[in-house]
């Protein structure tokens, strides 16, 4: 049974200890019976979208690729890293802190700092894919993309466990105790951008990495990464139009938690999508 959710239940004091229970498990989030809806009409709307398309495989990778990269700019922040940089670059200065930043300032910097990391990232991942240009025919990197896309996707999921090798840790939590408020959201900004010296939330990323490295463009890599820098700043200004309208950041945070389960799931979803439409490219 989902958990109703107001503004009155969740505007608790500041929790002093991590309580990672506070997330709900998947399957007390979304039943089965809804997720296994949820991927057949996923594999359905991409079959159908791949067969009216009928793109080249070329075309169809690309195209797949962008859709990882807006699936990770959406899904890859509401961990607790994502909710750990909100609580820095929205909530209200606290009195006697050095500085006089915003958190619109603070956004901005954070974005900066992302944006800063992550296009040249994405951009390097480019090139060592044009490197390795011509080492695959086009369409065995389709298939293998598309092969990827469904088991990652049944893995967000919860119907199957793929693995997901990453650095298990969160942003160095004393920094927010120990620099002003602005120069902690450009320097988690700017771990956050590459993605690969953080907790991954998302299977997507490894998708959108995947296939940046198959089509071998700088230019796309450069584009989708700074696309999911912006993504990533999400979380802050939900915060921020949160607070300015009243509401708590710890109820913000509590909230965040809860939907966090949601949106892992039309992740997921989306990711069946993708993986059906390069796969009915193929045919």
């Known amino acids: 049974m989902t958990e109703t959710l107001t503004r009155d239940s969740l505007a608790h004091a500041p929790i002093a200890a991590d309580l990672p229970a506070i997330r709900p498990a998947l399957q007390k989030a979304v039943s089965m019976p809804v997720r296994g809806a949820l991927v057949a009409a996923a594999a359905l709307v991409g079959a159908g979208a791949g067969a009216l398309a009928a793109p080249a495989p070329g075309a169809a990778l690309t195209a797949s690729v962008v859709g990882a ?32 930043s915003t958190p ?124 999911v820098s912006l993504g ?10 949160h607070t300015r309208r009243g509401g708590s950041m710890p109820g913000f945070l509590s909230a965040m938690c809860v939907i966090d389960r949601r949106v892992q799931t039309l992740t997921g979803a989306g990711l069946v999508a993708l993986g059906a439409f390069a796969l009915t490219a193929l045919v």
């Open 69 to 100: 990269g807006v699936l990770t700019a959406l899904a890859a922040n509401w961990s607790t890293c994502g909710m750990s940089v909100a609580g820095v670059v929205a909530a209200p200065k606290q009195p006697g802190r050095k500085g006089s």
């Open 104 to 227: 619109m300032r603070r956004l901005g910097w954070h974005a900066l700092g992302s944006i800063a990391t992550g296009a040249p990232t994405g951009a390097l991942i480019g090139v060592l894919g044009a490197l390795a240009a011509g080492a695959f025919p086009m369409g065995w990197a389709l298939g293998v993309w598309a092969a990827l896309a469904l088991a990652y996707g049944l893995h967000e999921m919860g119907l199957v466990t793929i693995p997901t090798p990453m650095r298990r840790r969160q942003l160095p939590r004393h920094l927010r105790r120990s620099m002003e408020p602005w120069k902690v959201s450009l320097l988690f900004g700017a771990m956050i951008g590459p993605g690969f010296v953080i907790f991954i939330r998302s299977s997507a990323y490894y998708l959108l990495a995947l296939g940046v490295i198959a089509v071998g463009s700088p230019a796309l890599g450069a584009a989708l990464f700074t696309l």
């Open 232 to 241: 990533r700043c999400m979380p802050s200004l939900l915060a921020i139009v």
